[in-house]
């Protein structure tokens, strides 16, 4: 599986967009992009995921670029709830398991 | 309730006596997965499971035993717990290799 790097932390206003960035520069072509949080030393929750094509559900908006080599995670309104360490994962189809990475920091202020 | 659960929450053991994790998920996810997690560390990968009787070793296998016999359970066995296996630890189940996965919400260990 592809290796991705992200800044190690970032703030954000609360109820502005949050960008969060990974680069996943080494990826395949039947890799998927997966992000999740972690909110205090909870278990790790499941934001989103994509291929090529640029998702959105109810909680997060994935933006792919045309060659897949980046993407970037959108909180479109950040909230104080939101302040967890993201993380930006690469798994193939024949991937086995997440490899996590050190993520992002995000802080939501007042 | 439908989940992925752990058990027990927390745990206290001393050096030397085995201890054993339990996980459970209620969606029949063919892959399930043991995590530990640790200052500085942060996610490692103990075992993974891709069905019933069908194991393999992740990053950090060693002194953890894990079986699956039953496809929604995976319990992750310390043999003889040492003071290094102090850490959090997380269980997870995906439907298949290209689905997310489910984390339950972890086991602190404490080892004295």
């Known amino acids: 599986d592809a290796k991705t790097t992200q800044p190690p932390s970032m703030d954000c206003a609360e109820g502005r967009a949050a960008n969060l960035p990974c680069n996943h520069s080494t990826i395949s072509g039947n890799e998927y992009v997966y992000w999740y949080r972690q909110i205090h030393s909870q278990g790790p929750q499941y934001i989103i995921h994509g291929l090529k094509n640029n998702e959105t559900n109810e909680m997060a908006s994935l933006i792919i670029t045309e060659d897949r080599k980046s993407s970037t995670l959108i909180l479109p309104h950040a909230t104080l709830r939101d302040t967890a360490v993201y993380y930006c994962?690469?798994?193939?189809?024949?991937?086995?398991?997440?490899?996590f990475g050190p993520g992002t920091r995000l802080s939501v202020l007042p | 309730d439908a989940g992925i659960t752990q058990s027990p929450r927390y745990k206290i053991t001393e050096t030397g006596r085995q201890v054993t994790l339990m996980c459970h998920q209620t969606w029949s996810h063919s892959y399930m997965f043991w995590y530990r997690q640790d200052l500085g560390h942060g996610l490692r990968l103990i075992y993974y499971s891709a069905a019933a009787d069908i194991t393999d070793k992740g990053e950090v296998p060693d002194g953890y035993v894990v079986s699956r016999s039953k496809t929604e359970n995976f319990p992750l066995t310390l043999e003889s717990a040492t003071r290094s296996q102090t850490s959090v630890y997380f269980c997870?189940?995906?439907?298949?290799?290209?689905?997310?996965?489910?984390f339950g919400q972890g086991t602190r260990l404490t080892v004295v």
């Open positions: 997870a189940s995906s439907e298949t290799t290209h689905t997310e996965a489910f």
């Open positions: 994962i690469v798994r193939g189809n024949y991937g086995q398991n997440f490899v």
